[in-house]
């Protein structure tokens, strides 16, 4: 098979676990309709765990720590009986009691989602330790990680594996560095300069490389914004005045010019990602190579975040805006669905905004919906976040507890890769 199939079919695989918790480009009719799971008490949604079982759940704690939310000690306990032995995880495993066959059953996005998850639920050090040991064993000798072991690094797995040490606290050039690679630099190694082919995608950043050279991805390049800014899907809400303004890769005549560290990296991919929405009228379109040439809800949503993280207010605010609208579909995306309706929170949560009200819907309500009842539950009042961002305080009903929660996501920042990763929802 050539090189380039190799890399598609490759690809094609990775991309059904985040297509069935987040796109509706590729989703299969079988995970996008709400059918019945299999029985699995504490799971988060309806639809068939298969791919997206760890990861849909892992969002969700991320998103609810991000609204002071405690999920059930039910919920928690199903992620941390994902886990295999060795410390991974699989997309889903439907019988916890039998042994994780290493080579096809666990995966890198799913591990460092999985501990991002649960660093945000906190209480669960050893399951975070162990996710991280595995990570770090099943580093690629280039620093990089690949969807599953002995896969090529691709920039989505190592984002989310970056992410899930950022949600542990732990500096991945320290902790990470693998024969004398940092893995921070590694994924700089994906991102198209100003010898990009089209002048669009100079910033963007690849999903992998292959024989064609570099090519623009927009999952790869939103989950990549966030990690070049060490940080994962959980991060904190923008101040009211702060909205850094959005420079986009400088080329000044030089076709060989690079972003010339990890700030610089994360500025050009914001550029990059504004441009690419604004050409399209406020969203991104799917990543998967074949995928229909309609909006993403899903990758719109990751932008959304990573330019949050940014400090990027208006331009945030942007894609947001076309979520809300009626024309987008993106209620009716994410009805019942907890890891859709959680990167839409995270996104919301970061800009600035209210999850609590997304164009008249409560998207928090919505997501503990899909699962057991959070261990508290009040109404009535605002919480201190909410109250930083409105200043016109209304009465609403809120999840009022002590939260816990670790930033990357928790704690991903991450895009959580969206391959067996569109694992990643």
């Known amino acids: 098979m050539a090189p380039s199939l190799v890399v598609h079919a490759r690809r094609g695989a990775a991309v059904l676990a985040t297509a069935a918790a987040l796109s509706t480009a590729v989703a299969p009719a079988a995970f996008a309709d709400g059918s019945p799971s299999p029985a699995a008490p504490g799971l988060y949604g309806t639809a068939d765990p298969k791919f997206d079982g760890v990861f849909r759940q892992s969002l969700a704690f991320m998103a609810q720590s991000a609204v002071s939310v405690s999920p059930a000690k039910q919920a928690v306990d199903w992620l941390a009986g994902q886990q295999c032995a060795d410390g991974g995880f699989p997309g889903y495993r439907a019988d916890t009691g039998k042994a994780c066959d290493p080579k096809k059953d666990e995966f890198t996005d799913a591990t460092a989602a999985a501990v991002q998850g649960l660093a945000a639920a906190g209480g669960r050090s050893d399951a975070v330790k162990k996710g991280l040991d595995w990570l770090k064993a099943h580093q690629n000798d280039d ?36 024969g004398g690679k940092n893995p921070a630099e590694t994924l700089l190694t994906f991102q198209l300069g100003c010898d990009a082919k089209e002048e669009g995608e100079r910033g963007a950043f690849a999903y992998l490389k292959d024989d064609k050279g570099l090519r623009a991805d927009n999952l790869a390049s939103a989950a990549a914004a966030l990690a070049t800014r060490g940080k994962g899907y959980l991060v904190e809400p923008l101040k009211k005045d702060a909205d850094r303004p959005v420079k986009p890769l400088e080329c000044s005549g030089d076709n060989q010019a690079k972003p010339k560290d990890a700030a610089a990296s994360a500025e050009a991919v914001d550029g990059y990602l504004v441009a690419a929405m604004d050409k399209n009228g406020g969203y991104l379109l799917p990543s998967m190579p074949g995928a229909p040439a309609k909006p ?75 699962g057991p009842a959070p261990e508290k539950k009040a109404t009535g009042g605002m919480d201190k976040k909410d109250e930083e961002k409105d200043d016109d305080s209304v009465t609403i009903n809120v999840w009022w507890i002590v939260g816990v929660g670790l930033a990357f996501g928790a704690g991903i920042g991450f895009l959580i890769s969206g391959r067996k990763k569109k694992q990643q929802l």
């Open 143 to 178: 620093g990089g990680w690949g969807y599953q072991a002995g896969s090529p690094s691709d920039a989505n797995s190592t984002s989310i594996a970056l992410g899930a040490f950022a949600a542990a606290g732990q500096d991945p050039a320290k902790e990470a560095a693998k």
């Open 296 to 370: 993403d809800q899903g990758n719109t949503a990751d932008a959304a975040l990573a330019l949050a993280a940014g400090g990027h207010r208006a331009a945030a605010e942007k894609p947001l805006k076309w979520l809300q609208s009626k024309e987008s579909g993106t209620a009716e995306w994410a009805k019942g669905q907890p890891g859709r309706l959680a990167k839409l929170i995270l996104a919301t949560d970061a800009a600035g905004g209210n999850p609590h009200d997304f164009a008249g819907t409560d998207l928090v309500e919505q997501l503990n919906a899909t």
